[in-house]
Nanobody
């Protein structure tokens, strides 16, 4: 059993910042990829950012230059630093990991980020 617990969401004004955290625990094994997804009301879930074991990082175009993904492998923790937040960043943010071989997928319960003036 693997648990992913996100924290750090909240209400922020446009231009503000938040830092999301995701702690993985349980029978994790080897984590290959850690990712942040988000889902806005009425929209499909989208991949926001991901980081591999090798340190390769990718971002969706809409957050490039504003969001930074990082991980602390020793603590099995994933972070997402979100700066210059925009109204359209409002969504539930989910932590997701791929672990082991064959790869197994695990999701967190999500944390709400609301950007509003």
């Amino acid at each position: 059993q693997v648990q992913l617990v996100e924290s750090g969401g909240g209400l922020v004004q446009p231009g503000g910042s938040l830092r999301l955290s995701c702690v993985a625990s349980g029978s994790i094994g080897s984590i290959n990829v850690m990712q942040w997804y988000r889902q806005a009301a009425g929209k499909e879930r989208e991949l926001v950012a991901g980081i591999t074991n090798g340190g390769d990082i990718n971002y969706v175009d809409s957050v490039k230059g504003r969001f930074t993904i990082s991980r602390d492998s020793a603590k099995n923790t994933l972070y997402l630093q979100m700066n210059n937040l925009k109204l359209e960043d409002t969504a539930v943010y989910y932590c997701h990991i791929w672990r082991g071989l064959p790869p197994h997928s695990s999701w967190g319960q999500g944390t709400q980020v609301t950007v509003s003036s």
